[in-house]
């Protein structure tokens, strides 16, 4: 086995009127909301199962249950931290993550420096390998339709 490894993350949230809409630890002004049982932050999600999948330690639902009323509504800030602690823990560092949001609307481009300025420092990783894009599916679809948001993620980890 090689010293570095790879993990993948997918996630999905329903948008909804009344809900905050958080995306990389920050708030984005939206008509519409993500809805889960934590935040929802569904680019911080994938993140978190990508790095927890690299290692090989399971997933995001089995660490922080939606069942365990501890994570109502928790900040997934809090959760990332805790997922590198755990990766740290297992002997690993990020190389880089790469991920993808898919949301009709609004643009994620313009939020791009704070969220990778916001993730840098939850993760305490540097921002030239924290990679974020995005692309609308040109309105096909549940995130076409602004019904949810969608995100993937790829992470490339190394053993210290
Ligand atoms: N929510 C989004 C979606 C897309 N972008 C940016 O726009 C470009 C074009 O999107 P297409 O879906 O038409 O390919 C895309 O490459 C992103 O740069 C965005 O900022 N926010
Ligand atoms: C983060 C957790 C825990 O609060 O809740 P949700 O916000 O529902 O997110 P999801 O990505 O569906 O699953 C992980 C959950 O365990």
Redesign the pocket.
């Known amino acids: 086995m090689s010293n570095f490894r790879i993990g993948f993350g997918y ?1 999905v ?1 329903q948008l909804q009127p009344d809900y905050d809409f958080w995306l990389g630890g920050i708030k984005l002004e939206h008509h519409l909301g993500a809805v ?3 935040d ?1 932050d569904v680019l911080i ?1 994938v993140i978190c199962d990508a790095l927890l999948g690299a290692a090989n330690i399971r997933d ?2 089995y660490h ?3 069942k365990d009323p501890k ?1 109502k509504g ?1 900040d ?1 800030k809090i ?1 990332l931290k805790e997922v590198m602690r755990l990766l740290r823990e297992e002997g690993y560092e990020v190389g880089n993550i790469d991920t993808t949001v898919c949301l009709q609307e609004p643009k994620v481009n313009p939020h791009i420096p704070a969220i990778k300025a916001c993730l840098s420092e939850v993760m305490d990783v540097a921002e030239d390998d924290i990679s974020i894009k995005a692309t609308t599916t040109e309105r096909l679809g549940f995130v076409g339709r602004e019904e949810g948001v969608s995100a993937y993620c790829v992470a490339l980890i190394y053993k210290v």
């Open positions: 996630d949230h889960g049982h934590s929802a999600h995001i639902g922080f249950s939606d994570y928790i997934s959760l």
